[in-house]
């Protein structure tokens, strides 16, 4: 993937954004357990940088895919992991069927606000008994008349305790489980809808996550996004870019996991000599940093693929996979080097070990990934 003048200026903006309007209050959002979503989303949005990819007629640039990976590889410089992943869900998770597939007056009255910041978006597709499986969903959307009456509920909703609408993926219909789905666009203020709790988490803290009930929720039809059934192709497009995101996201956290490890090692002493001087240490660091750079290049490839046009499933599932159990092993073993100061709360480091935990989980978890590839693969066993 080449990097253009306007791909640098672009960086150079969200780079700006990062230290002057977020990673200053990082530390106050996680001890909150939450972030100002509405008020961060209206400055990117003010920039132009919640719609990078979607059409100009929307308030979109209408930019190809490359300029999200770069905002989501440079995001990785927030301090944190919650708040870029929010952001992410708002640009490339509940937003690209709605531009894609959306009706003209669908993306006018919901697509627009969100580019433009003024609206915070979340995408429903995880139940209770449903996450990485996403054709065993059991939430319903019965036709009556002009509306659609929803029934059922949503587990682990980002943005959920802030959202202005989802994206949410229901039964429309019995039969196959690939072809009786659909995506509709639901107001979060809408009589039925219910926040039952904030999560509480292991890591990702100052983003809010939800879990939401649905009571004979009234939306009208023409809510739908593209054709009724076509739900679940409409999602697994959306996992494309959702995992090439977040596979682009991890980059930069974990380079600033080695360089801070590399730093403090260099002055942290054991035995009178540096910690970095073990060969070791030092060894270990630099394999991780090799690693880190093919992650790199396997995104890249994929983002050029896809910009051709390119089914880029197993590509984009590798790099999912990748990311998630590099992100593991870096910041374990950094951590082992920072010693006793690597199991503190506020350390860098260990932020990384508990937010990144999840990039193995969410968006389809590891064993997900190994059998899409299994199946691009023909190596699945015959039946």
């Given at each position: ?28 959002w996680e ?33 190809d895919y ?260 590099l992100t ?56």
């Open positions: 993937m080449k990097l253009t003048p306007e791909h640098e200026e672009l960086k150079r903006t969200i780079e700006r954004f990062v230290v002057q309007e977020l990673n200053p209050h990082v530390d106050e001890e909150a357990g939450i972030f100002p979503a509405h008020e961060v989303f209206r400055k990117l949005g003010e920039l132009g940088l919640l719609g990078l990819t979607k059409p100009e007629a929307y308030g979109g640039a209408g930019l490359s300029y999200s990976v770069l905002m989501a590889e440079t995001l990785g410089n927030i301090r944190c992991g919650g708040v870029p992943m929010a952001i992410g869900v708002q640009t490339d998770m509940a937003t690209p069927a709605l531009a894609r597939f959306g009706s003209d007056g669908l993306r006018a009255e919901f697509l627009a606000p969100a580019i433009a910041g003024q609206a915070v978006a979340c995408i429903g597709v995880s139940e209770p008994g449903a996450g990485s499986d996403v054709a065993a969903i059991r939430t319903t959307a019965r036709k009556d008349g002009d509306d659609y009456v929803i029934n059922g509920g949503k587990l682990w909703i980002t943005n959920g305790t802030q959202a202005d609408w989802m994206c949410c993926l229901a039964n429309t219909s019995e039969g196959s489980p690939h072809r009786n789905k659909s995506l509709i666009i639901v107001p979060m203020r809408s009589k039925g809808v219910s926040v039952e709790r904030k999560l509480r988490k292991i890591g990702m803290n100052s983003s809010d996550t939800a879990q939401i009930h649905f009571d004979d929720v009234r939306v009208p039809r023409r809510h739908l996004i593209g054709e009724e059934g076509h739900g679940f192709t409409y999602q697994m497009l959306q996992f494309q870019e959702e995992r090439l995101w977040g596979a682009a996201n991890v980059l930069k956290g974990l380079d600033n996991a080695v360089r801070d490890t590399v730093e403090y090692t260099r002055s942290r002493k054991i035995f009178g000599r540096p910690v970095l001087d073990n060969q070791v240490v030092h060894f270990t660091l630099a394999e991780l940093q090799t690693e880190i750079e093919a992650l790199r290049a396997l995104v890249y490839r994929a983002t050029e693929l896809y910009v051709a046009g390119q089914d880029v499933t197993q590509l984009a599932s590798m790099a999912k996979l990748k990311a998630g159990r593991r092993e870096v910041a374990d073993k950094c951590l082992q080097y920072w010693g006793g100061m690597g199991f503190t709360w506020e350390n860098p480091v260990s932020r990384l070990y508990r937010d990144g935990r999840l990039a193995s989980i969410g968006g389809g978890a590891d064993e997900v990934m190994l059998s899409i590839l299994c199946k691009t693969m023909g190596t699945l066993p015959r039946s």
